[in-house]
């Protein structure tokens, strides 16, 4: 029996972001239509699989896929522009899907993306601390505040 991989997903009114997290990925077989979805595949030796039954229907055709070689990511164009209220149809708590927090955004925040028009965040690395904010020369002895004196 296959294994089920851990996901994530996050979504905005027209579109489903859903990872499938299987390293080095091998032999996928991947089946999307309208609201069903089927991934099979290999990694390491061993086989995965995850079958959903979506919320609502998404477009294959408008929906694209690719690997990373750490993860394997969907983009799933919804059918109808609108708020999922989960992912699924079943509204049981599924234990191998969690949020993407990276991508997710509340529904009246939805049409806030962030644009970053080609910028590359990988090259600002760390900002580290601020480190202490130094001393606030010029400001003396501030009359009118009683109890304040020097020590």
């Known amino acids: 029996?296959?294994?089920?991989?851990?996901?994530?997903?996050?979504?905005?009114?027209?579109?489903?972001?859903?990872?499938?997290?299987?390293?080095?990925?091998?032999?996928?077989?991947?089946?999307?239509?309208?609201?069903?979805?089927?991934?099979?595949?290999?990694s390491?030796?061993?086989?995965?699989a995850v079958d959903l039954d979506f919320f609502a229907d998404v477009d294959s055709?408008?929906?694209?896929?690719t690997t990373t070689g750490r993860h394997l990511v969907f983009i799933l164009a919804k059918v109808e522009s609108k708020w999922w209220d989960r992912l699924t149809k079943e509204k049981q708590k599924l234990h191998f899907l969690g949020i993407d927090w990276d991508k997710y955004k509340d529904e009246d925040e939805a049409d806030d993306d962030f644009k970053t028009d080609g910028m590359d965040f990988n090259k600002f690395g760390g900002m580290g601390g601020m480190g202490g904010m130094g001393g606030m020369g010029g400001m003396g002895g501030m009359g009118g505040m009683g109890g304040m004196g020097r020590v």
Not at 8 to 26: G, P
Not at 44 to 48: A, H, S
């Open 61 to 65: 055709k408008e929906s694209t896929w």
């Open 44 to 48: 390491q030796g061993k086989e995965y």
């Open 1 to 42: 029996m296959a294994a089920i991989p851990k996901c994530e997903w996050a979504q905005r009114n027209d579109k489903v972001w859903f990872t499938i997290q299987v390293q080095d990925l091998k032999d996928e077989k991947i089946t999307i239509e309208g609201n069903k979805f089927h991934f099979s595949g290999k």
